[in-house]
């Protein structure tokens, strides 16, 4: 087991270079079974979960060829693609489910054990298994496992009653090689549905309407391999921007896209965080005005990220003033509270709302990470508590930010990687 070590820390102050989006290159690499030829994927991110991706596309038959010093996977599926996802690869990771749509078009049939991921509440893949339906294939869901048949797919309505963006993910890639049209409609609209959209497309298929709430797709015949460069991860763009405004820092962030992280520079300009888009990247500065309190509401993109609420509520722990964060996400996403509370935090929970007095002085504790962005919160508080902070379940955060210490130690904070 490994653990951080994280210690009170000066502003954060420096360059960061943000990494390719973990949630936009595990469907990229899924979408890569659709293909008859090889398909190249530049900046990928050295993560947990990427490796765990590669690992599934090698078991069901694909050729991968990792370079993470180039940042560059190649993935070059057979002609004969096996349609069972082994159970323990794909309950190490939610985003296994997103292999099912591609196997469905590609061999007639797929079958998954239900997927696993962090505990920040319900995911169920009925929405995955309502769009498959939709375009003709006959799906059972059991009590570990889904698995879905048909003998070709073929165009059809869905209207998703939330707008998942692994559905709308999963069911576009299926519908990419259906015979007809396929509608989505309220569609997820996230900057990485629009990533992967455009990696289809250069495979050849036929998507309008990606990034709005209507999708349509014209089935094609075959797709072909093809090059991809993967988008900045705007949750680690805020991540660092709150790194650098929870301390009083001045950082440069490099690689980012401003237009993907609006809801979240709205809410850090409304706590009293200096913001520039500049032609090397993005400065953001805590160290202009004393921090206030804001009030902030989860929602589908592009409301503010639930992705980004627990590292959003340590700025709110230290600021002055009344804040209330609303979560409409996910039902069980304020496991951290307890650990913040824990570092000195004054945070009150009603049903799917937190109360936060801002202002308390923190202190070093142990502490786990309860989910993957919750590490990251965690980590932040640190950099701010009286002390030494101990940050267990590690493996959770490694899940989704790379070199995450190196970056944050490069800007001045005080954070080790022990094995314990």
Known sequence: MAKYLVEKSGPLRGEVEISGAKNSVLPILAATLLADGPCEIRDVPALRDVDVMCKLLRQLGCKVSEDFRKKIVTVEP???????????????????????????????????????????????????CKGFEAMGATVELGDDYVEA?????????????????????????????????????????????????????????????AGTATIRIEGVPTLHGCGHTVIPDRIETGTFMLAAAITGGDVLIRNVIPDHVRAVIAKLLECGVSIEDTDEGMRVRGDVKPLVATNIKTMPYPGFPTDLQSPFMTLLAVAKGHSVVTETVFEDRFKHIGELNRMGAEIRINDRKASVEGGQPLHGAKVMATDLRAGAALVLAGFMAEGVTEVG?????????????EKLTALGGKIRRVEE
Do not use: W
């Open 78 to 128: 057979p002609a004969a693609l096996q349609n069972e996802a082994a159970e323990e690869l794909a309950i190490r990771m939610r985003a296994s489910i997103l292999a099912m749509g591609p196997l469905l078009a590609k061999t007639g049939r797929a079958k998954f054990p239900l997927p696993g991921g962090c505990a920040i509440g319900a995911r169920p893949v009925d929405l995955h």
């Open 149 to 209: 048949r048909a003998r070709k797919l073929v165009g059809g309505k869905v209207y998703l009653d939330f707008p998942s963006v692994g559905a709308t993910e999963n069911i576009m890639m299926a519908a990419a090689l259906a015979d007809g049209i396929s509608t989505i409609e309220n569609a997820a609209e996230e900057p990485e549905i629009i990533d992967l959209a455009n990696f289809l497309n250069k495979m050849g298929a036929k998507i309008k309407g």
């Open 393 to 405: 379940a590690i493996h959770l955060v490694e899940r989704g930010y790379e070199d995450f210490v």
